[in-house]
């Protein structure tokens, strides 16, 4: 992934046009560390990308994105290395931006490649995709909340299944209900 920063103080009438990202659905940099990824993930599959709002002064704001794929600086922005602090190009605004950013970028990476594993693995019986899912959770670089909700999903149908099948304990408890509800009639 790459990051990139618009160049100058913007107001939100003064962005200009990327055919590539939109700046309409920008997140705020105070709140990415507590932003839901569902929300970026789904910001990421819409726009192909992620935009950062980092408000500054009144009107004078500090945009940056984040694509999966690199491209040349231009007057507009500039690429960012994340991992390097104090660059000649740098703005002093980027030395409070670059370390969240870094860690933002860092955990869209490991949801991004876990939603791509969990899109192979979630294919089959219950049972196999439990395990599968429990194998992928003891790797750190995950994440781990999104395998933890898929856990969740997985052993939920496991029991409605294992409860409502022909022979189960819910199966024989609704078909007595329905026998109830006919000799009510």
């Known amino acids: ?87 000649t190009q740098d703005h002093h605004c980027d030395y409070y931006a670059k370390p969240l950013l870094d860690r933002f970028v860092r955990r869209l990476q490991n949801r991004l490649r876990t939603r791509e594993q969990l899109n192979q693995l979630l294919i089959g019986q219950p049972e196999n995709e439990l395990q599968g899912l429990l194998l992928l959770q003891k790797q750190e670089d995950q994440d781990q909340i999104l395998i933890r909700e898929k856990i969740e999903e997985v052993q939920e149908h496991m029991e409605v299944e294992r409860r409502y099948r022909p022979d189960g304990q819910g199966a024989q408890e609704a078909k007595e209900a329905f026998e109830l509800a006919k000799q009510s009639l």
Not at 29 to 41: L, N
Not at 45 to 54: A, D, F, I, P, S
Not at 55 to 64: A, G, K, M
Request: glycine letters at 4%; hydrophobic letters at 40%.
């Open 1 to 87: 992934m790459y990051c990139y920063r618009l160049h100058g103080y913007l107001s939100p009438s003064d962005l200009p046009v990327l055919p590539f990202i939109s700046f309409a659905e920008s997140l705020e940099m105070a709140k990415i560390p507590t932003v839901s990824f569902t929300v970026v993930e789904q910001l990421w599959n819409k726009n192909g990308g992620v935009t950062v709002v980092l408000h500054y002064l009144d009107n004078s704001d500090i945009y940056y994105f984040i694509l999966p794929h690199q491209l040349s600086d231009t007057p507009e922005y500039h690429h960012m290395t994340l991992n390097q602090i104090h660059l």
